[in-house]
């Protein structure tokens, strides 16, 4: 009919205009991807339009090749666009070359029909119905094309729609705009399919010339201040950091789900409602005179360790609020915490490594000799370890050392400090501890360790230690190391005694005296 033609040439004028506008404007702030999707609508609308105006198959078959400069590309272009309109393009030539390669084999397989005939098995021309056409045998990968670009165009809406989910009042109505955009096509294709049109008339060339053209006034009619804040909206909504604003009162503004996630009654508060009124929340991040301050939430009963950031949002002349960044640092303590573990601890038995069992018990000596309390050091040594090394195997060895550093940790007070003296020896600071008390703690000490029995592939074994005990002596002068001395002088006298014994060091003028025989 011919208002029928007289739509295909209104359509395609206009597709032409389009592209025309948005080629003046390529240059202007993410209209890339829209140069692109107009690039591939006027192909497809000019091409549509010299196929209904064909005189003959051959004449239709160079308009279809036209048309499909546009049609394969049209989905890939579209969910560019819409990844790029709120904010989640990361690698734009990569994966705009991923999407349309695809698209560019469809065209590549149209330009050469018949010579192969994968996309059409077969072409034909007919003049009835509402306009001429091309009656299509589809081949193998005919319908790769149309699911392909309908999948496209289907997710490149659906991104929008998450995005008005989680986008302000104000800016909802754009998003709609967008997402009604980018259903008319996918409403013409479904009409074409389901024959709710006349015969032989394609709608989808006429609903993406509309799509285009809304898409176009939008971005012409909005396009610097809305666009930059829908997409400073996106990436503040979807970034792992909780962000919250406020205004110069410190009253409250808008935050994002992961602050929502944090202060539950935050989601609850009302937009100027004074931050200091919110349940459960720490106002002193707002009124901290110090940026980088850390505080900690028990989230799941753990603590969750957050580091606070402060920036004031200004203009050329004004301050019209802050904004409050927390970052989840939980992490970063949690190595922070190993790493301190492993350079105070010996790796194998958990006490204290040698300097670290020095730098805790030389600074409670001190305290002890400032206030005259007692206190006494213990040195042992496992006997006859190095036979256990060679008779059973290091892995065992390792065993009996881990055994006997748990005795110690079990068997002493949390206010005493022990340590791996090195290799089998042992060193223990016993604060308030005479001599003879120090002497029956070391003497139940070497009990338990005779009582640990072992196995290893050459049969069971026991093992037993030998402790030296010394006192502090008021009496004289007398520093940690020196104490520390004396107790691996008892100790050389225990083992000297035949081992498995506790000694205690006695004063120059005195001989070392056993504990037992």
């Known amino acids: 009919m011919p208002y029928a033609l007289v739509l295909q040439y209104i359509a395609a004028a206009f597709s032409v205009v389009l592209l025309f506008i948005s080629l003046l404007n390529w240059r202007e702030r993410r209209m890339t991807h829209y140069v692109l999707l107009s690039l591939a609508v006027c192909a497809l609308t000019v091409g549509y339009l010299l196929e209904v105006t064909s005189p003959s198959l051959a004449a239709a078959v160079i308009a279809c090749k036209v048309a499909y400069l546009g049609i394969p590309f049209v989905g890939p272009f579209f969910l560019m666009f819409c990844l790029d309109y709120v904010n989640w393009l990361l690698r734009q030539k990569k994966l705009l070359f991923l ?18 005939r994968l996309y059409y098995i077969d072409l034909a021309f007919v003049d009835t119905g509402w306009l001429p056409h091309l009656v299509v045998m589809p081949g193998p990968l005919y319908y790769f094309n149309f699911i392909y670009n309908l999948l496209l165009s289907a997710l490149g809406c659906a991104i929008l729609f998450r995005s008005l989910l989680h986008s302000r009042p104000q800016e909802k109505k754009y998003i709609t705009l967008f997402i009604f955009a980018g259903i008319l096509p996918l409403m013409a294709q479904i009409f074409r399919l389901t024959e709710f049109v ?105 603590p969750l360790y957050l580091r606070v950031s402060r920036s004031p949002l200004e203009t050329s002349d004004r301050v019209l609020g802050t904004a409050i960044l927390l970052y989840d640092v939980t992490e970063n303590h949690r190595l922070m915490q190993e790493l301190r573990q492993i350079a105070r601890h010996d790796g194998l038995t958990g006490l204290y490594n040698r300097g670290t069992f020095f730098s805790a018990a030389q600074r409670d000596f001190d305290l002890c000799r ?124 225990a083992k000297n005694s035949g081992r498995d014994r506790v000694c205690i060091y006695r004063a120059p003028d005195r001989e070392v005296s056993p504990l037992n025989d």
């Open 99 to 116: 999407l349309t390669a695809p698209s560019a084999l469809i065209t590549a397989l149209v330009f050469t029909w018949p010579a192969q």
């Open 198 to 302: 006349p015969d032989g008339w394609d709608p989808t060339p006429l609903a993406l010339v509309l799509s285009s053209a809304l898409l176009g006034w939008f971005l012409m009619r909005f396009r610097q201040p809305d666009w930059q804040s829908l997409g400073r909206d996106m990436v503040v909504q979807n970034m792992k950091d909780a962000f919250i604003l406020l205004d110069t009162n410190g009253c409250f503004m808008d935050a994002n789900d992961t602050a929502f996630n944090y202060f539950p009654a935050l989601r609850q508060a009302s937009r100027g409602v004074s931050i200091q009124s919110v349940p459960d929340f720490p106002a002193r991040l707002f009124n901290a005179a110090e940026d980088n301050t850390e505080f900690t939430l028990d989230k799941n009963s753990e």
């Open 370 to 493: 400032r206030n005259q309390n007692d206190g006494s050091v213990l040195m042992m040594d496992l006997d006859h370890f190095k036979s256990v090394n060679d008779t059973h195997g290091h892995a065992c060895g390792d065993k009996v050392l881990v055994d006997v550093a748990q005795i110690l940790l079990t068997r002493l007070r949390h206010t005493d400090i022990s340590g791996r003296y090195g290799g089998e020896e042992f060193c223990v600071w016993l604060p308030g501890a005479p001599g003879d008390g120090a002497a029956v703690i070391a003497e139940s000490i070497r009990e338990e360790v005779k009582q640990l029995s072992f196995m290893s592939a050459s049969g069971s074994f026991g093992i037993t230690i030998s402790i030296g005990v010394a006192p502090v002596d008021y009496s004289r002068e007398q520093n940690f190391e020196e104490l520390v001395g004396e107790a691996d002088t008892a100790l050389y006298d």
